[in-house]
Every structure is written in C-alpha cells, then in structure tokens.
C-alpha cells in the first residue's frame, strides 16, 4: 500500500524492512578463515528485525586486512568481505579508500569558519570604511567653518572700508554745506542792505512827489519830469519787490541748508557710532579669525593623523580583502568537491533504491501470481511449479489433436518447454478469452427485460404517432378557419381602410398591402399612405399629425370592419391642426351611430360633439370631486 502510494501521488522512493518474516537459514554458508566473522554475529536487533537484517546482511563477512578479503572473494565469489578500514570487496565489486578524507561535517565546519572569517573581515571593513567617512566628514566641517570665519572677515573689511569712505564723502558734503551757508548769510545782508536802501529811496522818492503835488501850482509842471519820476518810482517799487523776494528766497535757502547741515551731523554721527561698532566686530572677527587658524592647524594635524589611519586601514583592507579572496577561492574548491560528493552519493543511493525497489517488484509479482494461481485455479505455487514448471513437457493443444485426427495422424507427442513459444500461446489465449468476453449468467434475465421493455417502448410510439396525426389533423383544421377568418377580416378592414382614409385625406390615397399573399398565414400588413399632393407611401416620410391620422384611420377601418359596441380613445386627436380634427370628428359622427365612444381629450371640438362630458374638479378643501353635464339630450 505504501509503494501504491508513492507511486501514484508521485512523491519519491522509499526503503522499508519488513518485519514478522521467518529468519533464513544460514545452510550453504562457507567457513570464515582466522579472524574473520560474520556480520550478523556483530549485530543485536529485535526478534522482529531479524529477516530483514539477515536480508540485508547475507553472507556478508567482516575480515582482518583487504588481503583476506581478496583472499575469501576469490574462494567464495558470493560472500561480501568487509575490512575494519570500510574496503568492501564482493562478486565484481570493490570499494573502500584513504579513511582520511574530509567528512561531510569536516568540509561544512571548514565552510563556516570561513564563511565567519569572511564576515569578520567585512564588518572590520564596513567599520573602517565608517571611520575613515566620519573623518572625511569632520574634515570636511572644518573647511567649511574656515571658509565661513575667512569670508566673515572680508566682509567686514569691505564693509569698514565702505563706511570710511561714506565718512570722508559725508565730511566733504558738511564742509560745502557750511560754506554754502556762509556765502548765503552773506548774500541775505547785502540783500537785506539793498532794501534798506532802496526804502530810504522810495521814502525820498514819495515825500519828494508828496511836496510836488502839496506846492501850489503856479507854473505847469514838465511832463517829461513827470514821466521821468513816475518812471523812477516804478524801477524802486520794482526793485523793493525784487529785493524782498531775494530776501526771502535766502532765508528759505539758509533755513534748507541749516537743516541739511543739522542732517548732515546727525548722520555723521551716526556713522562715527557704525565706525565704532565696526571698529568692534573687526576686533571680534580678527579674534575669530585666529581662533580659525589655530582650528585649521588642528585641522591639518588630525587630517594627517586621519590620513595615517586610512592609509593603515586601507593596508588592512587589501590584506582582508586578498585574504577573503584566498578563502573564496579554497570555498569554491569546498563546494565544488562538495557537490560531485553529493552527486557520487545521489547516483549511489538512487542506483541501491533502484536495486530494491526492483527485488520488491520482483518479490511482489511472485507473490500477487501465487496469490492468482491459488484463487483462479486454486493451485498452489509449489503444486503449480511441480506440474507446470519449465522442467514439465508441454502436451499439444486441442487445436493440434484436432488436425493431427483430421490428417489420420497419431496425437503430437508433449514437447519441451520454450519459454517465447510459450508466451506467444499465451498472448493468444488471452486474445480469445477477450474476443468471447465475460460470462453472464443473468443473459436470460436481462434479454426478458429487454424484450418487454421493447415491446412497452412500441406500443407507447405508435399511440404516438396517432395522436400526432390527430394534432395534425386539428391544425390542419385550425389553420383553415384562420385563414378563412384572417382572409376576410382582411379585406373588411382593407376596403374600409380605403374608404376612412379618403374621408381623413380627401384626395389622398392609402391601402393595405400583404407582403406575402400566397401564405397568408405567415404573412405581414403593410400600411402605404398618400396624403393628397404627397409622392411618399412610407408611414416615415410623414409628418406627426398625418401619422397620428394614418394610425387612427386603420383603427376607425378595424372598428367599421368588426364593430364593436364601445370604444375608448385616448387624446388621439392630440397632434391634429383644425383641419385634420374637424375630419376626424366626422368620423367619430360615423361610429356613433353603431357603437358608444369614450373620449379623453382637451378639445373643445371634440368635447362640442358630445353627447355627456365628465371632468375632475379639486374643491378649496382641496378634495376632488366628479362633474358631469350632459350636452344633449337622447334622441328617441
């Protein structure tokens, strides 16, 4: 059952001993020469390992020296001899070596402590790399707090020098401002000089003219004196304004230069106070800047010192490195070794479970042939070897005493045994025994079964094929009322459609048309239209109303065709101009007189005609109530 199922689920091979077996003899066993045992001697198992050990272990010897293992081969070629070294030696066989080479323990402990090797050498790698980043990094700081300290100090040199120079150009402004200022004060006394001046003239100049004009007129005054003082009056007055506004222009000016020159201080002030303060911070920043060289002697010294270090790191990295090579390489060789090992033992063990499984197979074909011999024929094996065994002659077939009587001939004699002949009898018996089949002994049964069956099965179709000419016969029958009815209907509704249409279109034309008339009962209508003035038949080229017109004359022509006693339309006046409803309304007039209408509609044409009309109204209660009125009376 295991093997099955190995086998069938495809999951490998395996090895099993089987227990509860009797444990083979040990007869035809060959005496050992001195120091030599067998190998069952040496071993204490279970009672129940027994058989399969003593299978495992027949006749195999364990000697001294492979000199008596050759020795004891020689004499009794089925005896295995084994050495205390692990030489085997047998029938065409012998195995064995140096008991020093490595084991597979040995080869993997030597792969791990290299494998630990390599990874000691990569982390004290990874760590040297670590420092020798962290130096570069600091380094790397320095240079740039060195860089910012030297910048720093430019700059404050490029400010000092700007504010020096702004100093020296804001003095030199002062200076013309103050002298600005002088030349005006100076400018504003003579003007103010000029003034006064220029009053005590204009004061002569009018007293003079007052005296004129008081002096009693004994003579005419010169006209041209006259024009000349008037004339010289004018030029003072001009004068005195033109003094009074460069009196006052100056002192705008003088006042505009003071503060100019008040601003001037302040900011001259302020910029001796920025000297100061930069005078300072140059102080600081020429501090800072020492503090910068001695940082970047310091940084010198421990570069060099770090480049020291790398360089003995980068020593010892090439030395791991070259020696991590080393141990790679003598890993390959581990492996590479390691693998045709285990190729060699793949193909061994694969080669012994071949061997088993095929004495297996072997075992378990006897035992399943015993095992069929017994039940189908119920012989033994022993029985059936004795008396059928290739040692037996093999007497001649029926089919060979047949033809030796009909030629007259003796019966053939038994013959040897010959295995291929015998096989190729074989295969065609099974040939025959397969072409007759199995026996059924309940052959009789079923065929009763069957036959009855049979016999059910046909009387059952022929009612079937009656009642299905019956059904025929019904349809047959059905088909010819509805064509009978379909017929007539058709051409009722055909002539009257004819006769509604040109009463809804007059001067139109329109008819029904069968698109399969030789078999009216699988045939179509169709509908052709011709509304007057119209080339088009096609319901499609036509417009709503005409096409609402169409529908309700073919129903109006089915109504006429087969009246009925009432009809309810609804709102199919609903796309029709005046026109078109006052025809329509003409043939409702038609059907009134055989038929009762009810009409849902919002005309007020069509509501005119009626004889009762009923509507739906909401109360201000908001409750819907049902109004009739009745429009004319009936007339008896």
Do not use: C
Not at 51 to 59: S, V
Not at 485 to 496: H, I, L, P, T
Request: a negative charge; aromatic letters at 2%.
């Amino acid at each position: 059952d295991a093997l099955t199922l190995l086998r069938d689920a495809d999951a490998g091979q395996a090895g099993m001993l089987i227990t509860g077996a009797a444990r083979p003899a040990r007869d035809g066993w060959p005496a050992l020469p001195a120091g030599a045992r067998w190998a069952l001697d040496d071993v204490d198992v279970p009672d129940e390992l027994l058989a399969p050990l003593t299978e495992l272990l027949h006749k195999v010897a364990i000697v001294p020296s492979l000199d008596v293992a050759v020795r004891l081969a020689d004499e009794h070629p089925d005896v295995r001899a084994v050495t205390v070294d692990g030489d085997v030696v047998g029938r065409g066989l012998a195995r064995g070596g140096s008991a020093s080479a490595p084991s597979t323990i040995e080869v993997k402990a030597a792969v791990d402590e290299a494998e630990g090797k390599r990874a000691e050498a990569a982390s004290l790698a990874d760590d040297l790399a670590a420092r020798l980043e962290e130096a570069e990094g600091r380094e790397q700081a320095l240079a740039a707090e060195v860089a910012e300290a030297l910048s720093a100090l430019h700059e404050s040199d490029a400010k000092m020098n700007a504010v020096a120079e702004e100093l020296a150009h804001l003095g030199s402004a002062a200076r013309s401002a103050v002298a600005e200022a002088d030349r005006l004060v100076r400018q504003q006394q003579q003007a103010e000089e000029k003034a006064t001046q220029a009053r005590a003239g204009l004061a002569e100049m009018e007293e003079r003219l007052r005296l004129a004009e008081q002096a009693p007129a004994e003579e005419e005054p010169s006209t041209e004196e006259r024009d000349r003082l008037i004339v010289v009056v004018g030029n003072l007055r001009q004068q005195e304004v033109d003094v009074r506004l460069g009196v006052r222009t100056a002192e705008e000016r003088v006042q505009a230069l003071a503060g100019r020159v008040a601003s001037l201080r302040r900011n001259a002030e302020n910029e001796r106070a920025a000297r100061a303060r930069l005078a300072k911070q140059r102080e600081q920043r020429a501090r800072g800047a020492a503090v910068a060289k001695d940082v970047a002697a310091a940084a010198e010294q421990v570069l060099a010192h770090l480049g020291v270090s790398i360089l003995r790191a980068e020593s010892e990295r090439d030395a791991i490195a070259a020696g991590r090579v080393e141990r790679e390489a003598e890993l390959r060789m581990v492996r590479a070794r390691l693998r045709e090992l285990g190729a060699d033992l793949e193909r061994l063990t694969d080669k012994v479970h071949r061997d088993e499984v095929a004495r297996a197979e072997q075992r378990l074909r006897i035992d399943q042939l015993g095992e069929k011999a017994s039940e189908e024929f119920g012989v033994t094996v022993e029985a059936l070897l004795a008396e059928y065994g290739p040692d037996q002659p093999v007497p001649p077939t029926a089919a060979m005493v047949a033809e030796a009587e009909q030629k007259g001939e003796p019966a053939p004699e038994p013959t040897p045994y010959d295995r291929e002949l015998q096989q190729k009898r074989a295969r065609k018996a099974e040939k025959d025994l397969a072409l007759l089949g199995k026996v059924n002994p309940l052959a009789l049964e079923e065929f009763a079964a069957l036959e009855e069956r049979h016999q059910f099965l046909s009387d059952q179709l022929e009612d079937l094929k009656a009642t299905r000419r019956d059904l025929l016969t019904v349809v047959a029958d059905v088909d010819a009322r509805i064509l009978e009815v379909f017929s007539s209907a058709y051409e009722d509704v055909a002539r009257e459609f004819e006769v509604v249409f040109k009463t809804l279109f007059p001067g139109g034309e329109g008819r029904l048309v069968l698109t399969d008339p030789d078999n009216m009962l699988t045939t179509g209508i169709e509908v052709e239209a011709r509304p007057p003035g119209k080339k088009i038949k096609r319901l499609s080229l036509l417009s709503g109303g005409e096409r609402s017109l169409t529908a309700v004359a073919l129903l109006v022509s089915i109504f006429r065709a087969r009246p009925s006693p009432f009809y309810v339309m609804d709102e199919v006046e609903a796309a029709l101009d005046d026109v078109n409803l006052g025809r329509l309304i003409t043939l409702f007039e038609q059907l009134r007189d055989t038929s009762q209408l009810i009409i849902i509609t919002h005309q007020k044409r069509t509501m005119e005609i009626a004889d009762a009309l009923y509507g739906v109204t909401m109360r201000g209660d908001g409750i819907t109530q049902v109004i009739s009125q009745r429009i004319r009376e009936r007339v008896s």
